[in-house]
């Protein structure tokens, strides 16, 4: 293995004690004595039923106790400045426990590298911690150590995959499911218990700046996609955390914004992700910074208590977004559970609350409980080891990653069949643009830096040689002498900014500057949602968006390039030919800053989001409102070719029970590849406004040369039904539907027909 092997026997989470009066014993086989009282109490007992453990602990809890579990600290010098327990920890307010700590030594906070690398420093110092609150708190409560993870573990030396937005152009259900294994096994091995993942947000502005954070912009796709990253994630113990709930779709002000959403949409493109996280078993949320109807969702009883809880059935931790509330005695009576950060005198403002008769000690109760049950049901409590022998398994980690971006990557344009490039014709190659020696990256809170990186013109010139060579500012003649010019672009999102429907300036200059002078230019695109492309995309003989790829990005996009891989993404998100064409147009106020980096927040007054297109997200609005894209939803091309059959359906009518619809699909082309089956459903006449067509089933099928596949979907009533503002319920209509089978939006190959009686 590479430098980062590891031959570090297995350590023990609370194994050696810390020195001064400690009760001898407290470790016992199968159990820990963490009140020190000597007997088993019903919340040491593993083997006891949750909920008596849980009530147990409950009612050992001081108010001081309760109030400390309630609250969170922000590790990596922010909150927790010591890197190891001192003897003033004693009299810090975190001496009654505390709920979590976040990204404790992850390398990326003010320690740096300190204690992140070699591991098993990470790891002894992350034992040290957990054996202060162990061994030094009454009550001895474990602490649930939390990081992010929608790019890969939050840590300087893991696993750094592509962004979500590229995870979500595999379209490869599989695939994510083991992004979440990799994850949760590096985050086992560090000593992680909860990741702050994945994110359900939908991909609706291509100018907010957590477009690169989504699985795309359609719910179904997006509630696949969770559903086996959640499944993946908590595996090996490990707790996701689904965010952000819900309506978060600016980052111009986000806590000063008030989205206004119907209750259609709310069902329809909102909620549908959640609800399929929630199935799969995640055992926490984070709400999100915005207001929904004129309330902070990490404060309002409607969202928590009424939409998350009561309709969506999650009964687990429920924590805010950082510094998302406002109000603490509405965050208490909300069903929200932790508050994030929680600031230092915290307990002390929840105690005040209390003595005021605010708040009752019921309402205390309430409130931890689900943050007991969640760390007790996960086995925070009985977890007695962590496994580094895990980071063996680094090599495959990076394997997989490789196998993601180069899934993800999506061909938009290839004219005359310019790619691949045969590396053993000696042509001459011009590499210019941005990010030649730097890896993109998703920016932001879960920004991760990964190992073994490889550049861009390490990777190509690994390939190619000499013959490409890189020229940072090429002139007319450079550009012209080169028999195909690469040029590499891109943006820099993250959270906390919306840009501009463009590339930046300096880039959109270059961009125009090449494509006119020759014509064999093929762009590469680093971003993480659409862009204006309308000067050059016609000048253009290859178009690669490669989004942020990871550690093995440059590495995938070079075998994509060289065709040594096919390439088989598809697109997550539409990309519209101009931006006064999307329904987020209007959204921000008028005459808003962009890359407004949220200064000065607190000055912005409230303004509300108004998201009157409803269900029309995405391809919904651009096919119903007749509005044609430049590149649609689902599209990506391929080396190779293929062919659907007419598809045939098991009956033409449909009662309460499912129909089946089978299509073969053979890969005529002369190459292996990949396609992506989609099956959209319509609603011939409806009785209210309903998209043309909508995402149902998809199926990635891999394929040799002359192989063929018969695929087979089941649609169900519940596919046909809409969200009815009257009954405020789903429901189906009688009548005629369409099924509509092809490989994207745009590119229907058979519409069959059938009715619903």
Avoid at 216 to 233: A, H, I, K, R, W
């Amino acid at each position: 293995m590479n430098k980062h092997t590891l031959s570090v026997a297995i350590t023990f989470l609370f194994c050696t004690p810390i020195s001064g009066g400690i009760p001898d014993g407290i470790y016992h086989k199968g159990w820990i004595d963490f009140n020190k009282n000597g007997k088993m109490d019903l919340y040491e007992n593993p083997k006891a039923p949750l909920e008596d453990r849980v009530q147990d602990l409950l009612s050992q809890m001081t108010l001081e106790e309760k109030t400390c579990q309630m609250a969170t600290l922000y590790g990596s010098g922010r909150v927790l400045k010591d890197a190891l327990p001192q003897n003033n920890w004693k009299t810090e307010v975190w001496k009654d426990g505390i709920g979590n700590i976040d990204e404790e030594h992850n390398g990326l906070g003010a320690f740096k590298s300190e204690y992140s690398f070699p591991y098993a420093k990470h790891v002894n110092a992350k034992h040290t911690i957990q054996r202060w609150f162990v061994e030094k708190t009454r009550l001895g409560i474990p602490v649930d150590f939390t990081n992010e993870g929608i790019r890969g573990l939050c840590h300087d030396r893991a696993t750094y995959f592509p962004a979500q937005c590229g995870q979500g152009a595999t379209w490869n259900k599989k695939l994510i499911a083991r992004i979440g294994e990799v994850e949760a096994k590096e985050a086992v091995a560090l000593g992680y218990t909860n990741i702050y993942s994945p994110i359900l947000d939908i991909a609706q502005d291509p100018r907010w700046g957590r477009c690169v954070e989504t699985y795309g912009e359609d719910p179904y796709l997006v509630s696949q996609m969770v559903s086996q990253y959640v499944t993946g994630l908590q595996s090996t113990g490990t707790a996701a955390c689904l965010k952000h709930f819900y309506g978060n779709n600016t980052e111009f002000y986000r806590k000063r914004s008030n989205s206004i959403i119907s209750e259609r949409a709310m069902n329809e493109i909102y909620l549908p992700g959640f609800k399929a996280g929630i199935d799969a078993g995640a055992m926490s949320v984070m709400t999100s910074y915005n207001q929904i109807d004129g309330e902070w969702t990490g404060q309002s009883s409607y969202v928590i208590k009424n939409i998350l809880r009561e309709k969506l059935g999650f009964k687990w931790l429920v924590m805010s977004d950082w510094n998302s509330v406002w109000n603490l005695e509405k965050v208490i009576k909300s069903g929200q559970n932790l508050e994030m950060p929680g600031s230092y005198n915290f307990g002390e403002s929840v105690l005040g609350l209390y003595h005021q008769k605010k708040i009752t000690e019921k309402d205390l109760d309430d409130m931890v409980r689900p943050i007991l049950a969640t760390c007790i049901a996960m086995g925070f409590y009985d977890r007695s080891k962590y496994d580094l022998s895990l980071l063996d398994k680094y090599q495959e980690h990076e394997k997989i990653a490789r196998q993601v971006a180069e899934e993800g990557i999506v061909l938009l344009k290839n004219r005359d069949n310019i790619l691949p490039l045969d590396p053993t014709k000696n042509r001459k190659i011009l590499l210019t643009g941005k990010f030649i020696y730097e890896i993109p990256r998703g920016y932001g809170a879960a920004e991760v830096i990964g190992y073994n990186n490889v550049s861009l013109i390490e990777a190509l010139q690994r390939a190619f040689g000499r013959t490409v060579y890189y020229i940072e500012k090429p002139t007319v003649a450079d550009i012209k002498e080169a028999d195909i010019v690469l040029l590499s672009m891109g943006t820099r999102d993250k959270e906390a900014i919306e840009r501009p429907f463009a590339l930046p300036k300096e880039d959109e200059s270059l961009m125009r500057y090449v494509t006119k002078n020759n014509p064999n230019t093929i762009a590469i695109l680093n971003t993480g949602s659409a862009i204006d492309m309308s000067a050059w995309n016609d000048r253009l003989a290859g178009l690669i968006y490669g989004w942020y790829g990871g550690q093995s990005g440059f590495e995938a996009l070079t075998d994509i390039i060289t065709g040594k891989v096919t390439p088989s993404g598809k697109l997550p998100m539409t990309i519209e030919k101009t931006f006064e064409d999307s329904p987020a147009w209007g959204y921000l106020p008028k005459g808003a800053s962009l890359y407004n980096e949220l200064k000065n927040e607190h000055l912005i007054n409230v303004y509300d989001v108004n998201y009157g297109e409803s269900v029309l997200v995405g391809y919904r609005w651009y096919d119903t409102k007749n509005i044609e894209p430049l590149y649609p939803f689902g599209y990506g091309l391929s080396y190779t070719t293929f062919t659907l059959t007419k598809p045939r359906l098991s009956s033409k009518k449909m009662n309460d029970q499912m129909i089946r619809c089978s299509v073969t699909i053979t890969n005529t082309g002369s190459q292996k590849g990949a396609e992506v089956i989609q099956l959209y459903l319509k609603e011939n006449q409806p009785s209210v406004l309903r998209p043309e067509k909508e995402l149902k089933r998809f199926k990635k099928i891999f394929l040799n040369s002359g192989e063929n596949q018969t695929v087979e979907f089941e649609i169900t009533p519940e596919d046909l039904a809409f969200w009815d503002d009257e009954t405020h319920d789903w429901k189906v209509n009688s009548g005629q539907y369409s099924i509509l089978l092809g490989t994207s939006s745009r590119h229907i190959s058979h519409i069959l027909s059938f009715t619903k009686e």
